[in-house]
């Protein structure tokens, strides 16, 4: 009789939840935690940075463009991704405590400031991302920027259109 019981249960949930089984468990609201989050961009002029710091302001989200973080690198270090000890105290106060690193920038960007921010968020158990956009119908085969920060990046994505960003920190929690 129990199982007869049990049977019947699953069937009406199964129809009172929009046919999906798995519908009664999905969270319908932001995590109950708010997530915090740098985003760094890697062109000054992007037009997606304008939006990020027009939003609401957050103690949740901090915006930085190349101008920040190209000040931590000392000119004559060779590659250009250097910074010495001085510099490197300074990054290490400007690298504040967050879940979450999104480099943001179009493929061909600089990837000087995306670097610096990595390496200075490395071995910090924080989630860097990448969000590199390719453009549509552009000749275009330069592949620098998301080639150089593939490997000092969690997750890299690659995508073709603009207004990305915004739909994943809204999916991620973020400046709310």
């Given at each position: 009789m129990q199982t007869g019981e049990s049977e019947s249960r699953r069937a009406q949930a199964r129809s009172s939840s929009s046919g999906w089984p798995?519908?009664?468990?999905?969270?319908r609201a932001a995590n109950a935690s708010p997530r915090t989050a740098r985003v760094i961009f890697l062109n000054e002029a992007d037009p997606e940075m304008a939006l990020c710091r027009s939003r609401a302001p957050s103690a949740h989200m901090r915006v930085s463009g190349p101008a920040e973080l190209h000040a931590f690198a000392e000119p004559g270090s060779g590659s250009g991704f250097g910074?010495?000890?001085t510099a490197a105290e300074r990054l290490?106060?400007?690298?504040a405590p967050v879940d979450l690193v999104l480099i943001v920038g179009d493929e061909g960007d600089d990837p000087t400031a995306g670097v610096l921010a990595a390496r200075a968020y490395r071995g910090r158990s924080v989630?860097?991302?990448g969000l590199i956009r390719r453009r549509l119908g552009t000749a275009s085969t330069?592949?620098?920027?998301?080639?150089?920060?593939?490997p000092l990046c969690?997750?890299?994505?690659?995508?073709?259109?603009?207004?990305?960003?915004?739909?994943?920190?809204d999916?991620?929690?973020?400046?709310e």
């Open positions: 798995e519908a009664r468990f999905r969270i910074f010495g000890s290490a106060q400007w690298a989630t860097i991302s330069d592949s620098r920027t998301s080639d150089t920060l593939r969690t997750t890299m994505m690659l995508v073709n259109d603009t207004g990305y960003l915004d739909d994943l920190l999916a991620l929690g973020v400046g």
